[in-house]
């Protein structure tokens, strides 16, 4: 899964934008981003992608209103075609969600210790779905972040990901062309273990390495 992410207004980051084709406005720094959280994504209006604020936990447009009864932060690659929820978007709503880095957790003794996961000398473009709700005047935009099975490398650190998208799936992705699903890596990422005030949504402060750092591609 993926439930924690950063982002910053890095040069990696601001190529990625340009990237997607969308203006590089400043965006502004901000750690240990949670759902439910407004998060900045790419998506598809009018022929042009465009860069807006969404929740980051999607409302389905034919639901009653927001509500966290079902996790819908998340959306498994495996059940896109078949779910209720992301169904709709997976063939006709598609977004590319900016990131710097995003945390995973692992059961170690003492508990679950939270890792840093960052690209090097990139930044990630995860691939994730958006949706439109409305009602009595009241309009939302949600999205949810596409996960997939870790690849061998990753598995030690969880069984799960979110997916990654490469340069050259960008445009076929927010085109809602088909795009390869299986688990990957685009590029190397560093894994560093991290304080565990991480673990507290409401920490927002830069995150501090408390072991070593590996490599992973």
């Not at 190529?15 to 720094?29: C, F, H, R, W």
């Not at 498994?76 to 075609?81: V, Y």
């Not at 949600?142 to 061998?152: N, Y």
């Amino acid at each position: 899964m993926c439930g924690r992410y950063s982002l910053t207004d890095s040069p990696q980051t601001q190529t990625l934008l340009k990237d997607l084709g969308v203006d590089p406005a400043q965006l502004p720094i901000r750690f240990n981003i949670a759902p439910t959280e407004y998060i900045p994504v790419v998506f598809q209006q009018d022929g042009n992608n465009q860069l807006i604020n969404m929740r980051w936990w999607l409302v389905p447009s034919w639901s009653g209103g927001p509500s966290t009864q079902y996790a819908m932060f998340n959306a498994r690659c495996e059940s896109l075609a078949t779910s209720r929820a992301f169904k709709g978007p997976y063939r006709h709503k598609r977004a590319i969600i900016p990131a710097s880095a995003f945390i995973e957790w692992r059961k170690e003794v003492g508990g679950k210790q939270p890792y840093l996961i960052e690209p090097e000398n990139t930044a990630f473009a995860f691939a994730g779905l958006w949706d439109h709700w409305s009602y009595d005047g009241l309009e939302i935009f949600s999205c949810a972040i596409i996960t997939t099975e870790a690849t061998p490398s990753f598995q030690h650190i969880h069984n799960r990901m979110p997916l990654i998208l490469h340069k050259s799936e960008y445009e076929p992705w927010l085109n809602c062309e088909e795009v390869d699903m299986s688990p990957r890596l685009p590029n190397p990422v560093q894994v560093s273990p991290i304080d565990k005030v991480a673990n507290n949504a409401r920490n927002k402060d830069p995150f501090r390495i408390i072991g070593n750092t590996e490599e992973i591609s």
